[in-house]
């Protein structure tokens, strides 16, 4: 099974409105971590926002947040506001256990920002 | 602050030679990991190291593929007679420590393309 599911390969969004992508995932561990990066044509992956499966509020970082649902095991990412400059492919990424050596990264979600 | 360091940025090699990549983690980091990007899909891991030695190769292939973290100096990855297959962005990552809460920073990447 995969660790980490991302259905939207792409995503549209009017400029100034609120974007959702999601992210399920599937792990048997008590303790893990939700991330999302950004992936711009420029290549480079920049961190965005982390979500610890013990943290009861949902984590936010300025203009992102991450809508954390334990039982449905989903953890979308909620981009409010968007800017031309968000137009860029978005991962969400896991990292298992007290001592997980790896992210599993998801496929990606193309996210446009239309003028 | 220097974030993480990759070098180069992209190289070309003509299958049978070898490519050698390089990754220097942010200071204070002892934790590097790399990865592998193949067109249009998601980061898949390779390998975790610590200064001089290797913790996690369980995603790394069998045969070409090497990697080193020296006490001095970057982080090598090492393909040996490379092949068509092997062209793709190779990323590597630091952390300070190791666990599911701690983030991954990611250098620029390294886009291999194999003539």
């Known amino acids: 099974a995969q660790k980490i599911t991302q259905t939207q390969p792409g995503m549209f969004v009017q400029e100034k409105e609120a974007v959702t992508l999601d992210c399920t995932y599937d792990?048997?561990?008590?303790?893990?971590?939700l991330f999302w990066y950004k992936q711009p044509s420029s290549g480079e992956m920049i961190f965005l926002i982390y979500?610890?499966?013990?943290?009861?509020q949902n984590a936010t970082e300025g203009r992102y947040s991450l809508n954390f649902q334990k039982a449905r095991k989903s953890a979308n990412l909620v981009i409010s506001a968007s800017q031309l400059g968000d137009s860029a492919m978005y991962f969400c990424a896991m990292r298992e256990g007290p001592a997980g050596n790896q992210f599993y990264f998801g496929t990606g979600t193309s996210l446009t920002v239309i003028p | 602050n220097a974030g993480v360091m990759q070098n180069p940025r992209h190289l070309v090699r003509r299958r049978g030679q070898e490519a050698r990549l390089r990754c220097s983690p942010m200071?204070?980091?002892?934790?590097v990991y790399w990865y592998r990007q193949l067109p249009e899909e998601g980061l898949k891991f390779m390998v975790y190291l610590q200064k001089e030695n290797i913790i996690d190769e369980s995603g790394m292939p069998k045969e070409r593929f090497s990697a080193e973290f020296p006490k001095e100096g970057p982080s090598i990855l090492r393909i040996q007679q490379v092949v068509r297959g092997d062209s793709a962005a190779y990323f590597c990552?630091?952390?300070?420590?190791?666990?599911?809460?701690?983030?991954?920073?990611f250098g620029p990447g390294t886009r291999l393309t194999v003539l």
């Open positions: 792990t048997s561990d008590q303790s893990y971590g």
């Open positions: 990552a630091s952390s300070p420590q190791q666990g599911s809460t701690d983030t991954q920073y």
């Open positions: 979500q610890g499966s013990y943290d009861e």
């Open positions: 200071k204070g980091h002892s934790h």
